[in-house]
């Protein structure tokens, strides 16, 4: 079973710009969550999506978007990127039914530097 | 405030030393996992533990679901180099689909 893919690794971007980050979740499961992690904060939940739905958010700015498509494949978006937007994304998957026991399948992760 | 505080926050230990790491909450948890994340990396889950008192052992790593459900152990034996990393315990309250995290115990065996 393929895992959780996340692309890009890495990207270099510079203050005012926007970035896109894409994660193809394990094939069955349909709930992805987005992470930030920093050493100062640690992981803190940015949103998650249940078949195209954004049914939990975190407390981020506007400026953090996302969507789920059909094939439950998610993208992130950043806008207006700040200096301490630097951070690695993790996105994660899960069944995310009704059962779920909170359990995630996280991918490698894609380290974002803004200069 | 954090809602899971995990200690200690650094343990720097030699090959073949015991170690234990507690992750607590004033939070009652449905259930609760423990992730091992190595440089670079995303999280690997290890465990989930959902019964109060439960006691889980996945080979070298011991881990402990406190009675109440509000804290738990990780409890390594002989620790070896392969064990280093950031260990990351996260708490489902009920009726949740999203965990929290605490900020991890950085974990370095030396050699």
């Known amino acids: 079973k393929a895992g959780v893919t996340q692309t890009p690794r890495y990207l270099i971007k510079t203050r005012g710009q926007q970035v896109t980050l894409s994660c193809s979740p394990i094939s069955g499961h349909r709930s992805v969550s987005w992470y930030q992690q920093t050493p100062g904060q640690g992981l803190q939940f940015l949103f998650e999506y249940f078949s195209e739905t954004q049914r939990n958010k975190g407390n981020f700015p506007g400026r953090f978007s996302g969507r789920q498509f059909s094939n439950s494949r998610s993208e992130m978006n950043v806008s207006t990127l700040e200096l301490g937007d630097s951070a690695l994304y993790l996105c994660a998957s899960s069944w995310g039914g009704g059962s779920n026991t909170g359990e995630l399948f996280f991918g490698e992760g894609s380290r974002l530097t803004v200069l | 405030t954090q809602l899971l505080e995990q200690s200690p926050q650094f343990l720097s230990i030699q090959e073949g030393e015991n170690l234990t790491v507690y992750c607590n909450s004033s939070s009652v948890f449905s259930s609760l996992q423990w992730y091992r994340q190595e440089p670079g990396e995303g999280p690997v889950l290890l465990v989930t533990?959902?019964?109060?008192?439960e006691v889980k052992k996945l080979k070298r790593l011991t881990f402990q679901f406190g009675d109440a459900r509000k804290d738990s152990s990780l409890h390594i034996t002989a620790a070896q180099p392969g064990d280093t990393g950031l260990y990351l315990c996260?708490?489902?309250?009920?009726?949740?689909?999203?965990?929290?995290f605490g900020r991890g115990t950085s974990l370095i065996v030396h050699p």
């Open positions: 996260a708490g489902v309250v009920g009726g949740s689909y999203i965990p929290t």
């Open positions: 533990v959902v019964t109060g008192g």
